[in-house]
């Protein structure tokens, strides 16, 4: 059962071998099984999974059903879902009920698809280890001594152990394709305003965007291609046709020219990780690309202007926090200052008040164009390095991370080391790219995710490249042992 791709689920679920409610409970059990180890679920809902798959199974039993009906899906903690908590890995929201849903939970579940629950995060998406969740860490299923990325820790951990066969993140600075590499997974980033941000709770809105996490290209494309879409709602969402990625997945990449950024390349990548990006590049030589060398030489840029404008973006929207009309509220205000300053002080947690702080900061009169501003000059160099590159290249590849999943405690005591393992990713979301991460081999025993990186609105050209490689690679395949399907 683990094992099938989402088109065979759904042609297994077509055929009668199983129903949606059986196929759910499968799940269902194996959360309760597996995630007291791993701690990638912050609510299981198990009734209305259960009542979901009912209804795709009288869908199905009346011939209206779609590619993904009857498939149960998770959604991190930040996608609102009507009448279910959603906490953001919060105090601050612990007692939040969304009183709707989120654009891209909106059109999964009316195609269909049975919501398993809703999977641990950073708080507010802030990180990049799922350390800093109020309710506890969540375990890299390969080593659970490991973390398995963040910010959408919970919904990689979850797909790579196969406690769901599809979930749903967020990449605001590569929180889908970090997890996704470190956990060996397939997770794909669109373009900035492909998919809705319509109640998703928002981080850094200029760079907020939402994806998917599956084991494979061919997976990522059925959802993705669900979920994505103008919406009225969200006035960044772009209005333009949503081609069906499924239908180039096949396509022939001869002749395709691979940009490698020399400066993905350089100091503080691990070597074992080096070897397997270089690996990954000649069995796309076989396949028939050219691999181009370029530049982006306002890489080391990435890092200074992502932690301006990102913290900046966050310190204005996590105003509306402030105890008096949902979330958090402190016990026994004596005024209203008190109110305000306790419930922020007692609701959010440590990361989250560092990077309201640093926001605050770079927006107060005097210091805004210093660094604000100085920030988005930088954001406009290195959307041009992009620019220029893609002049030459369709398509770049790179690491996703300069390092394997470290060890649960390793960085908490110097966020700045968490940081810098941001490097490679964060400069898509400062140009709205897509990007996707494809597993790609091993380092240090742990999975090494291969980033690709499209041109905009070419997410169907990446799950093409993606799936070409998975075509004749096996890293998809792999599932932790003790996550491995019951005899
Ligand atoms: N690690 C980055 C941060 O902490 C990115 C997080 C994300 O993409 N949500 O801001």
Avoid at 194 to 222: K, P
Avoid at 318 to 333: I, K, Q
Avoid at 353 to 365: Q, V
Wanted: one cysteine or more; charged letters at 20%; glycine letters at 10%.
């Amino acid at each position: 059962m683990i094992n099938k791709t989402l088109a065979e689920l759904s042609s297994s679920l077509k055929a009668g071998e199983f129903s949606s409610v059986e196929l759910t409970q499968y799940f269902l059990d194996r959360i309760t099984k597996h995630d007291a180890d791993l701690n990638s679920f912050i609510t299981v809902t198990e009734e209305q999974a259960l009542a979901g798959a009912k209804n795709a199974d009288e869908q199905i039993a009346s011939g209206s059903s779609g590619a993904l009906t009857g498939i149960p899906i998770a959604y991190k903690d930040l996608f609102c879902t009507d009448g279910i908590r959603t906490s953001c890995a919060s105090k601050m929201l612990d007692n939040f009920i969304a009183p709707y849903n989120a654009t891209a939970v909106e059109k999964l579940t009316e195609a269909g698809m049975p919501m398993l629950g809703k999977t641990n995060m950073d708080e507010f998406a802030m990180g990049s280890s799922n350390e800093n969740s109020f309710y506890g860490a969540v375990k890299n299923p390969w080593d659970l001594e490991r973390v398995p990325g963040g910010s959408s820790g919970g919904s990689a951990a979850a797909v790579c152990a196969k406690l769901a066969p599809v979930a749903l993140g967020t990449d605001t600075g590569g929180s889908i394709r970090q997890p996704a590499s470190l956990t060996g997974i397939t997770g794909i980033k669109p373009t900035y305003g492909r998919v809705s941000r319509f109640g998703m709770i928002a981080y850094a809105s200029s760079l907020d965007q939402g994806g998917v996490f599956a084991s494979n290209a061919e997976d990522c494309a059925l959802v993705l291609g669900m979920m994505s879409g103008f919406d009225a709602k969200d006035s960044t969402s772009v209005d333009r046709d949503v081609p069906d990625f499924s239908a180039a997945l096949n396509d022939s990449i001869q002749g395709l020219k691979i940009g490698v950024p020399k400066e993905f390349f350089g100091e503080g990548l691990d070597s074992g990780i080096d070897k397997v990006i270089q690996e990954a590049l000649e069995e796309y030589k076989k396949l028939g690309a050219e691999i181009v060398e370029i530049s982006l030489p306002n890489t080391h840029l990435a890092i200074p202007s992502y932690y301006v404008i990102a913290p900046a973006e966050a310190s204005s929207n996590l105003s509306r926090f402030d105890g008096v009309r949902y979330g958090y509220r402190c016990e026994d205000p004596v005024d209203l200052t008190d109110m305000y300053m306790r419930s922020r002080g007692e609701g959010f947690g440590t990361e989250v008040k560092r990077r309201i702080m640093t926001g605050t900061y770079a927006l107060s009169a005097g210091y805004y164009d210093a660094y604000y501003l100085k920030a988005q000059k930088i954001r406009r160099l290195i959307s041009n390095d992009f620019k220029q590159a893609f002049e030459k290249v369709d398509v770049i590849m790179g690491p996703v991370s300069p390092e394997t999943a470290f060890k649960i405690g390793e960085k908490t005591d110097d966020p700045i080391s968490m940081y810098l393992a941001d490097i490679y990713t964060l400069s898509l979301n400062l140009a709205g790219l897509p990007g996707m991460s494809i597993p790609a081999g091993e380092a240090n025993n742990m999975p090494v995710g291969l980033q690709i990186i499209g041109n905009y609105f070419e997410e169907g050209k990446m799950l093409n490249i993606a799936h070409q490689f998975q075509q004749v690679t096996d890293y998809h395949k792999r599932v932790p042992t003790q996550f491995g399907e019951e005899k």
